[in-house]
């Protein structure tokens, strides 16, 4: 099983910008989709974004964060990257980032299809 573990969060100001980083051991990641989940006190953990393991590694983004937040990955690093931009007071949450392994794309939205979690991140947006 691969180990992730989450850096980058912190407190910034609404329309600031934050990245995040999910660096992983113990396996390497080329053949896991990652994901990023996040999930606010008294709420759901939503997912966010997730790149997968094949096809060049397609990009899958929720509606909420479409145009603002760009992931990626470096395979050289093992690590996975969220970009946050233009960052909203409603982005505060703990960012959680997940590998499942060969998980398809039509299952990235389901933290379900993943067997590996971090232990988050913390993300606070103020206005």
């Known amino acids: 099983q691969v180990q992730l573990v989450e850096s980058g969060g912190g407190l910034v100001k609404a329309g600031g910008s934050l990245r995040l980083s999910c660096a992983a051991s113990?396996?390497?990641?080329?053949?896991?989709?990652v994901g990023w989940f996040r999930q606010a006190p008294g709420k759901w953990r939503d997912f966010i974004a997730a790149?997968?393991?094949?096809?060049?590694?397609?990009?899958y983004y929720a509606d909420s964060v479409k145009g603002r937040f760009t992931i990626s990955r470096d395979n050289a690093k093992n690590t996975v990257y969220l970009q946050m931009n233009s960052l909203k007071p409603e982005d505060t949450a703990e960012y959680y980032c997940a590998a499942g392994y060969r998980t398809s794309y039509s299952n990235v939205g389901r933290s379900s299809e993943y067997d590996s979690w971090g232990r988050g991140t913390q993300v606070t947006v103020s206005s």
């Open positions: 790149i997968t393991w094949s096809g060049g590694g397609s990009k």
């Open positions: 113990g396996r390497t990641l080329s053949s896991y989709t």
